[in-house]
């Protein structure tokens, strides 16, 4: 509540109800204390629809794209054209200069990308893809003979242009596609690394399985025989 607005009626008003709701009496020091604090902050330029933008809205956010521009966003993310986990021939997108992807290509990979998901919601016909990625991403086709080239601007760019639609959606963390490489490169070898070590511990227990069984059978010592006697039954 701002001070320079609320008259001194609605000051005692809120104070009262602010007793009543810790239930104390109106004369406890602490309620004064934390009624004057409130009191004296300014609410000027404040706007309850204006709320910040943490990681889980923008993770909610994420989570409830249209599958066109969640397929983008991954696209963004990797720095590539995904379509499936297994393909290798990834197109990149240069962070430098724009490039050109035929139209065909652009909605296969949206189609094996959406297969792969279970992406089932998606836009049906090729038209209406370019429709919802239209929203995200300028549309500059260029036509030639028999093929329509689709230029996709610089990475900056693109990420910039969705980030004004699902604000909070950075991609300060994001990886590029050579990064991805040399991650991929590091877990391989960390693995092999695992393996040898795996590999050596199991053939050590083998050989020492195999000298056990190959020692001599040393015979038992001749140990004095302890006579029991049974207690006599009552």
């Known amino acids: ?42 609410l000027t330029d404040f706007e309850p629809r204006d709320f910040p933008i943490t990681d889980f809205l923008a993770e909610q956010k994420r989570c409830s794209m249209p599958v066109t521009h969640a397929w983008w966003d991954e696209c963004l993310e990797n720095a590539c054209l995904v379509s499936t986990s297994y393909d290798t021939n990834k197109t990149a997108i240069p962070s430098d200069k724009s490039t050109e992807v035929d139209c065909n290509d652009l909605y296969d990979q949206f189609r094996a990308w959406a297969e792969h998901n279970r992406q089932r919601h998606g836009p049906r016909t090729k038209n209406l893809f370019f429709k919802d990625l239209n929203s995200v991403l300028p549309l500059i086709v260029r036509r030639t003979h028999n093929q329509r080239m689709y230029t ?75 006579s029991v006697h049974k207690a006599p039954q009552i």
Not at 3 to 18: E, I
């Open 152 to 226: 996709i601007p610089p990475l900056g760019e693109c990420r910039r242009r969705l980030t004004m639609k699902y604000p909070g959606c950075g991609y300060e963390k994001a990886e590029t596609l050579d990064d991805s490489i040399q991650n991929a490169q590091l877990l391989l070898q960390q693995a092999q690394q695992r393996l040898d070590v795996l590999n050596r511990q199991k053939a050590d227990r083998a050989a020492n399985v195999q000298a056990y069984r190959d020692a001599p059978i040393v015979p038992l010592l001749n140990l004095p025989t302890v």
């Open 1 to 42: 509540m701002d001070s320079s607005v609320a008259s001194a009626s609605d000051k005692r008003q809120y104070f009262n109800g602010l007793a009543a709701f810790l239930g104390v009496d109106t004369d406890y020091a602490g309620v004064k204390a934390y009624a004057h604090r409130l009191f004296n902050i300014d």
